[in-house]
């Protein structure tokens, strides 16, 4: 039984037929296209996924911070989500739509901003303690 590629029209034996997630017949190469661009949008999706971390791991580590877990957590999330969109990264930051990248800048941002300001308080309530005798 031979089947026709549905991504480039290649006749296919028995043998060489794939199938995609939605059922289609395709090649190895076709099939191999779409893998990676699936794995291009996860990595995309991760992006924003870790933006998000930063901004909630950063709002927990302004009441709770364990041993500064939650300030590294929000800082690194956030770093690795604004770096993510910096030129160079093109592959991925480029499957995201306009508002998703706006949304990572704040969210990253706002997550380093909180994680930075539990440093601050830590800072000043050990300067006060060492200092005021």
Do not use: H, Q
């Amino acid at each position: 039984m031979d089947a026709t590629c549905s991504g480039c029209g290649k006749t296919l034996i028995e043998s060489d037929i794939l199938y995609t997630a939605d059922a289609r017949v395709v090649c190895a190469a076709c099939n191999d296209k779409d893998d990676v661009a699936a794995t291009d949008k996860r990595a995309a999706n991760n992006i924003r996924t870790s933006a998000i971390t930063s901004l909630l791991v950063g709002l927990l580590s302004v009441f709770v911070n364990p041993i500064y877990a939650c300030t590294v957590i929000a800082i690194s999330a956030g770093a690795y989500a604004l770096k993510s969109l910096l030129p160079g990264n093109e592959r991925f930051s480029d499957l995201l739509s306009p508002g998703t990248k706006s949304l990572i800048w704040v969210c990253a941002c706002l997550g380093i901003a909180a994680a930075a300001f539990r440093l601050l308080i830590d800072f000043a309530i050990l300067k006060i303690v060492l200092f005021s005798r």
